[in-house]
């Protein structure tokens, strides 16, 4: 496939959707158009067949000039799938015309696997975060995501400054919204399934089949919650029943509270909560993990302690009621937090051999560079506690600068 020269009628017939279109916006009069035409031939006698050169005269072409708002020539604009993606002014090295298409990294069928700076798995507060930061860095972002966030049981979200109770999906739409207003973030709403390392970069499988290769990895998924099997208990979690008093316990202030929780961090969580309101029962759903101590300090605050496992939650439209335990009674709570377990969401640590942290979290330093190198993590993925938006946004930031760090020492030498 040679070069091809486009005019305003033709344009939009010429460039490829689907696949990769390089448009070159030239002048026959401009000395930097014509040191950069030998560049761009190279490129394409050496781009697979996949990957379509198109020049357009700015001149003899005013309406395709105009709307895309060609100030300056040379000017190259890359297209995939017939959407402009990047915007280039200036005469480019044949090397960055392939970073820019990924040309140099097709699979046996002839299809591009498109080569990122990052692939970021988990589009969370945490994925998100550091999308901006390198979208706005100008790398090449593949932002992963399924939809599946931790918090979507939940009708408000709390303690993000300037965004104190928005709900988790208007949340999202403006971080997307943001986000993908930077032509360098590409979203991909898929489940990523599997990830490999091959020499210096990793390529990234999803359940449809889909393939991409990435310089750097961010694994930004998340935490799973488990539950104890207690019948009610879905339904009243994130309405009236919650896990952490920091993101809820303004909502349930001076109301009469259950916690129940089946490992030592309940009398931590009583201290804590007394704050919040002063009408308490502790349970352990059947577990002895207080001791005499710690019942003794508790009854002196009049905090009832309940050993008995709890056979259910009583509401109404989310909206607790009662609790009844083992023995078969019952009490009124309008309310209470509950010590869930907590898993990866998704864990690519047979594939990556990356080490994990004391709560089972991806282990990282402070930029969130994991002990695999060019492999990241963020957010509720890294740390369990404190599991918070904005710790999750703070770290995913933190790991977009670490990333960004790391491409600019490989590429500026
Ligand atoms: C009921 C409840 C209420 C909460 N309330 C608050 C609150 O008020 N304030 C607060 O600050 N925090 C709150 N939190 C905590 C907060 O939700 C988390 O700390 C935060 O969402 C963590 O962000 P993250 O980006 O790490 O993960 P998440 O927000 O969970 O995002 C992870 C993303 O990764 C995606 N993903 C996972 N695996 C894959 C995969 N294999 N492929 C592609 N995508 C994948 C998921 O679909 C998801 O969109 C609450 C949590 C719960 C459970």
Redesign the pocket.
């Known amino acids: 496939m040679a070069i091809q020269h486009a005019k305003d009628s033709t344009f939009r017939q010429m460039v490829q959707t689907e696949g990769i279109t390089v448009v070159n916006f030239w002048a026959p009069w401009c000395g930097p158009c014509r040191m950069f035409a030998p560049v761009l031939e190279e490129f394409e006698k050496e781009a697979n067949d996949s990957i379509k050169v198109v020049k357009v005269n700015v001149d003899e072409n005013p309406v395709t000039s105009s709307q895309f708002q060609i100030m300056s020539i040379p000017t190259t604009i890359i297209f995939k799938d017939g959407q402009p993606l990047y915007k280039e002014i200036g005469i480019l090295s044949k090397g960055d015309l392939q970073q820019l298409v990924g040309s140099k990294y097709i699979n046996k069928k002839g299809e591009i696997l498109l080569t990122y700076d990052c692939a970021i798995?988990?589009?969370?507060?945490?994925?998100?975060n550091a999308a901006l930061v390198l979208g706005r860095a100008r790398r090449s972002v593949a932002l992963?995501?399924?939809?599946?966030?931790?918090?979507a049981?939940?009708h408000?979200?709390?303690?993000?400054i300037t965004r104190d109770g928005v709900t988790?999906a208007e949340f999202?739409r403006i971080a997307y919204e943001e986000v993908l207003g930077y032509p360098s973030v590409e979203l991909l709403p898929?489940?990523?399934?599997e990830i490999h390392r091959t020499d210096h970069r990793f390529v990234v499988v999803?359940s449809t089949g889909k393939q991409i290769e990435a310089r750097k990895l961010l694994i930004?998924?998340?935490?799973r919650?488990i539950f104890p099997d207690i019948p009610g208990l879905r339904d009243c979690?994130?309405t009236s029943l919650?896990?952490?008093p920091?993101?809820?316990g303004w909502e349930l202030r001076d109301q009469p509270l259950i916690v129940v929780s089946e490992n030592s961090g309940v009398f931590h969580m009583a201290k804590l909560l007394y704050t919040w309101s002063k009408d308490l029962v502790i349970c352990t759903n059947g577990h002895a993990v207080l001791d005499n101590d710690q019942k003794q300090l508790l009854k002196s605050r009049n905090i009832e302690v309940v050993e008995q496992a709890v056979t259910m939650f009583i509401g109404y439209e989310g909206k607790l009621r009662q609790v009844e335990f083992a023995d078969g009674t019952r009490i009124e709570r309008t309310g209470g937090f509950i010590t869930p377990e907590w898993k990866p969401?998704?864990s690519f640590q047979g594939s990556l051999g990356y080490e994990v942290n004391e709560f089972g979290g991806i282990a990282t330093n402070e930029w969130g560079k994991s002990s695999v190198p060019g492999v990241y993590a963020?957010?509720?993925?890294?740390y369990v506690m404190p599991?918070?938006?904005?710790?999750?946004?703070a770290?995913?930031s933190k790991a977009a600068i670490g990333i960004n760090m790391e491409l600019t020492e490989e590429d500026f030498v």
Not at 144 to 151: E, G, I, K, L, V
Not at 190 to 193: C, R
Not at 220 to 223: A, Q, S, V
Not at 378 to 382: L, T
């Open positions: 798995i988990g589009g969370g507060p945490a994925g998100l992963f995501d399924n939809s599946q966030p931790r918090n049981v939940t408000a979200s709390h303690g993000f988790p999202r898929w489940e990523v399934t999803t930004t998924t998340g935490l919650e979690y994130g919650f896990s952490c920091y993101c809820d969401k998704a963020a957010g509720d993925a890294a599991s918070q938006l904005i710790y999750a946004a770290g995913g």
